[in-house]
């Protein structure tokens, strides 16, 4: 089964830009979560999406936004961007363990460069 | 708001040591706690997941545990090798699914 497959891997963006990620889950997997790691502030929850709807939601502005697909493809799109945007924007695939349990697993990240 | 803590923040060992990396958060109230590895300017690879109504896990070399009472989880590496160089994170899951990380622990191991 292939694993979370992450789009772009690297992109370099100028202050004020926009940029659009896109993450595509495991298949039958229906559950997509966004986190934004940076060496200051580690690793923090952006936002969850399940069968298309934002089901959770972490601190952060509302220049960070998402979407997911019906085929649970999920896109997270970041407006007018700032110095401090760049990091490695990892994408989470979950797996219910049917049990109130839920097991994640990473693709390997896109990592954005703002200057 | 869930915490998580990991200690020590880097580690360097010998060859063949046996080491345990350590792991604490604040609210109990977890779904379950995981453990991921990541190299360098890569994702996260998950090691070991323990649910809460479980004490421990183990793949290979590697045990982990949990003590949801006390707020703690151990990742225990035997006979530890220089491809496990890399920083090893945890994870506890809450009710919305969100994981909370602690900031890792940057782990060496000597040839």
């Known amino acids: 089964k292939a694993g979370v497959t992450q789009t772009p891997r690297y992109l370099i963006k100028t202050r004020g830009q926009q940029v659009t990620l896109s993450c595509s889950p495991i298949?039958?997997?229906?559950?997509v979560s966004w986190y934004q790691q940076t060496p200051g502030q580690g690793l923090q929850f952006l936002f969850e999406y399940f069968s298309e709807t934002q089901r959770n939601k972490g601190n952060f502005p509302g220049r960070f936004s998402g979407r997911q697909f019906s085929n649970s493809r999920s896109e997270m799109n970041v407006s007018t961007l700032e110095l401090g945007d760049s990091a490695l924007y990892l994408c989470a695939s979950t797996l219910s363990l049917g049990t109130g349990s839920y097991e994640q697993y990473f693709g390997p990240g896109t990592r954005l460069t703002v200057t | 708001k869930q915490e998580v803590t990991q200690i020590p923040a880097a580690l360097s060992v010998p060859e063949g040591e046996n080491l345990v990396l350590n792991c604490s958060f604040t609210?109990?109230?977890?779904?379950?706690l995981q453990w991921f590895r990541q190299d360098p300017g890569k994702g996260l690879t998950s090691l070991l997941l323990i649910q809460s109504s479980q004490r421990e896990q183990t793949s290979g070399r590697l045990n982990a545990s949990l003590d949801k009472s006390s707020g703690r989880s151990t990742l225990y590496i035997a006979a530890s090798q220089p491809g496990d160089s890399a920083t090893y994170l945890c994870?506890?899951?809450?009710?919305?699914?969100?994981?909370?990380f602690g900031s890792g622990t940057q782990l060496t191991v000597l040839p």
């Open positions: 994870a506890a899951t809450g009710s919305a699914r969100q994981l909370t």
């Open positions: 609210d109990s109230a977890i779904y379950n």
């Open positions: 298949s039958g997997h229906r559950s």
